[in-house]
Nanobody, 115 residues
Framework: QVQVVESGGGLVQPGGSLRLSCTAS????????MGWYRQAPGNERELVAA???????RYADSVQGRFSISRENAKNTVYLQMNNLKPEDTGVYFC?????????WGQGTQVTVSS
């Protein structure tokens, strides 16, 4: 069973930065979208950023200009560089790798932005 594992979360002050990483435990063929989602307490899970195999990138309006998503296809790895973090960025961040047959979700990593 392939597992997708996120890392890099933690506690950071407002204005700080974090870099999240997400890697699959084994090679996954046919990934065409890698994305990051987040879920704050009491809220639904929302898309933060996604990158398609052809290079198209999409960001949520709330993170545009502050977050940057990138991927290493050969390593089945996707990154999320988060700069100028705000308290409203707090939540559990999940990685999803999408193939035509299946969505692979990670267990999530906590990001807390607080002074």
């Amino acid at each position: 069973q392939v597992q997708v594992v996120e890392s890099g979360g933690g506690l950071v002050q407002p204005g700080g930065s974090l870099r999240l990483s997400c890697t699959a435990s084994a090679r996954i063929l046919g990934i065409y979208v890698m994305g990051w989602y987040r879920q704050a307490p009491g809220n639904e899970r929302e898309l933060v950023a996604a990158i398609v195999s052809g290079g198209t990138i999409r960001y949520a309006d709330s993170v545009q200009g502050r977050f940057s998503i990138s991927r290493e296809n050969a390593k089945n790895t996707v990154y999320l560089q988060m700069n100028n973090l705000k308290p409203e960025d707090t939540g559990v961040y999940f990685c999803k790798m999408t193939t035509r047959a299946y969505d692979y979700w990670g267990q999530g990593t906590q990001v807390t932005v607080s002074s």
